[in-house]
């Protein structure tokens, strides 16, 4: 045996040989001209991507940081927040914000189900918000916030920036910045893009670049929309050192993406997702999400009656992959499988096998390839 263990947890996500040979390149000056057009050309190539006619900014950190530089571009303190929390990662906005010193108003939804956009319409009128932030997918549930609807009841708040946290989400659910009057929209580099961790991609409407200067000079250095702006337009500038094989790793990803189509690239997450939650749920497991609020990009399996998390994941890992345990309320009651990025149809088969032998192992009833069969009949519908 190899040892190898598929990593199906909601990010890092696998990485494919092409894209690990950029990690591996040798190294470039930061202003080497021809790491500079690289640059320039994945800045250029990540805007147009996703319809941003603002900015992108595509830097070295997690999503994390991309969350800190999505507030604090765009708040000072003593300003209402708005945070729509469709789980841990929703919630994460909090501390955030409180540390920042703004005003937060938190609506958190049940887990599993979203909040109606009309309630959210009922708060934003309610005071003004200088901001409001939503995850597409909150990994946390696995539930798929509507954030075009979202987008189109936000023209009504000129005022209010519209922040998506896109980690669990972009380049696999299908977004578009312009288009869906989003102000910015940030992800990580080891989600769906399938590229190893360290590199987060934010990208800034115009709007969102208005109220950057509105706000004259913020507390924040690193992450100051203005000191990166002179490098995004001309990355032979120094600001702080780029994570230099991380670019040429996301340029790859990037042309895998085009060379796919973008629009088909969603379309795939969508049509595997769904084979992939029928298939689960013929094991017994119920998917957390609503069935009209559901991820593409993972799902969140609360486990029958009788099957014990810890030895169920060991006997995942002993059969060969990794998946994430559930978090907050569900921690010991679910398991997430990430199916997201550069992945295909094998491996979710190869996936589906391993919960096959792993729930035999923990004595389940279990018909060894039924699940294969339901999935593989709802790819070829
Ligand atoms: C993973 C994740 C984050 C955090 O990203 P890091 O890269 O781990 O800092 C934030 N939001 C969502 C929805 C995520 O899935």
């Known amino acids: 045996m190899s040892g190898r263990k598929m990593v199906m947890i909601p990010g890092p996500t696998p990485v494919v040989e092409s894209i690990r040979q950029e990690m591996g390149r040798e190294i470039q000056a930061f202003g080497d001209p021809r790491f500079v057009a690289d640059y320039k050309k994945l800045i250029n190539d990540l805007g147009e991507l996703l319809h941003c006619s603002g900015q992108t900014f595509p830097l070295a950190g997690t999503g994390t940081l991309a969350m800190e530089m999505a507030i604090s571009n765009t708040t000072k303190r003593g300003d209402n927040v708005l945070i729509v929390s469709h789980g841990y990662f929703g919630d994460r906005f909090i501390e955030i914000c409180q540390r920042k010193g703004l005003h937060v108003d938190v609506m958190q939804a049940e887990w599993g189900k979203i909040i109606p956009v009309a309630e959210i319409e009922a708060k934003l009128a309610s005071k003004k918000y200088a901001a409001m932030t939503v995850s597409h997918v909150d990994t946390a549930t696995g539930v798929c916030a509507p954030i075009e609807e979202i987008g189109k009841m936000m023209k009504k708040f000129p005022e209010t920036i519209y922040i998506v946290d896109g980690v669990a989400a972009t380049v696999g659910e299908y977004e578009d910045v312009d288009g869906m009057n989003i102000d910015i929209l940030f992800t990580g580099s080891q989600k769906a893009f399938g590229v190893c961790p360290g590199m987060f991609i ?180």
């Open 202 to 381: 934010l990208w800034a409407s115009k709007k969102a670049l208005r109220r950057r200067e509105e706000l004259g000079t913020i507390p924040e250095y690193y992450v100051d929309f203005q000191k990166w702006l002179p490098i995004m337009e001309d990355p032979g500038k120094y600001f702080a050192t780029p994570a230099v094989n991380l670019v040429w790793a996301m340029a790859e990803s990037v042309r895998i993406i085009k060379e796919e189509g973008y629009e088909n690239r969603c379309e795939r997450h969508r049509k595997n997702a769904r084979a992939m939650q029928a298939a689960l749920e013929s094991l017994g497991f119920r998917v957390l999400a609503e069935p009209e609020h559901r991820a593409v990009t993972l799902s969140n399996l609360v486990y029958p009656e009788g099957l014990a998390d810890g030895e169920f994941r060991s006997a995942l890992y002993d059969e060969g992959m990794t998946v994430a345990g559930g978090l907050g309320p569900y921690a010991g009651k679910m398991f997430r499988l990430g199916h997201m990025g550069n992945i295909d149809s094998n491996d979710e088969v190869a996936t589906l096998g391993i919960i096959e032998r792993a729930l035999a192992r923990c004595g389940a009833d279990v018909a060894m390839g039924s699940s294969i069969g339901v999935y593989m009949r709802e790819m070829t519908r």
